[in-house]
């Protein structure tokens, strides 16, 4: 199976800086890599993806990286803004998504 | 306008007790989900479907039914052998793993 997991169980930036969320996973067979925003009692919301034939996917605002030798995820959002602040989770898998357990980003003006 | 639909957003079962969780999708998509979030956990799979009439457990499943009667529908049932049910409640639905999965806004069930 996969299992997931993020760095750190809380980040803390100032207003304008960039972020960067890290996430780890296990299984060398999954092929699909998701980041999701999930605010305060509400459903999480889709950020970016990335299959597993790329190294780098930029959005806006927000680049996810893909390390497959170490089985590593990155997301970076660029100047980041007081209404980034939620949790963010990454998930990967090859049929169904297993999901780490969370990164707060808190946002400071 | 397409989407995910859960309800209730707050739900408050007794002891002993059978409850149902609502969760309907007018996206077309052939896959539906039931996660359970506790507070610092991530997602856990409880069950899911990849076609109508059909469905598999997930890693939590002990203490849940669900069924899929139609494509747009995925009701979930927590039943009184779940010992631990209070907990945020997502429903998702995707077309396959490769375009993501859009979520519902959850349902919060609680154990009176």
């Known amino acids: 199976g996969e299992s997931v997991g993020l760095h750190l169980p809380t980040l803390s930036v100032q207003e304008g800086d960039n972020s960067i969320i890290n996430c780890a996973y296990s299984?060398?067979?999954?092929?699909?890599f998701i980041w999701y925003k999930q605010e305060s009692g509400k459903g999480p919301q889709f950020i970016i993806d990335?299959?597993?034939?790329?190294d780098k996917r930029q959005g806006q605002r927000v680049t996810v990286l893909l390390n497959k030798t170490v089985k590593h995820l990155s997301l970076q959002i660029a100047a980041t803004q007081p209404g980034d602040s939620a949790v963010y989770f990454c998930?990967?898998?090859?049929?169904?998504?297993?999901f780490g357990k969370g990164t707060m980003l808190l946002v400071s003006p | 306008d397409g989407g995910i639909t859960q309800s209730p957003k707050y739900l408050f079962r007794k002891e002993g007790q059978n409850v149902t969780l609502s969760c309907e999708q007018n996206?077309?998509?052939?896959?539906m989900y039931w996660y359970r979030q506790d507070p610092g956990q991530g997602l856990r799979l409880i069950y899911y479907?990849?076609?109508?009439?059909?469905?598999q457990k997930g890693d939590i499943a002990e203490g849940y039914s669900v069924s899929r009667e139609k494509k747009e529908s995925f009701p979930l049932t927590v039943t009184s052998a779940q010992k631990n049910p209070t907990a945020f409640y997502l429903c998702?639905?995707?077309?396959?793993?490769?375009?993501?999965?859009?979520f519902g806004s959850g349902t919060r069930l609680t154990v009176v």
């Open positions: 990335i299959r597993s034939n790329m």
């Open positions: 998702a639905s995707s077309t396959d793993a490769y375009y993501g999965y859009t």
């Open positions: 998930a990967a898998g090859y049929s169904t998504l297993t």
């Open positions: 299984n060398s067979a999954s092929d699909y």
């Open positions: 479907s990849q076609i109508v009439n059909d469905f």
């Open positions: 996206l077309n998509h052939d896959a």
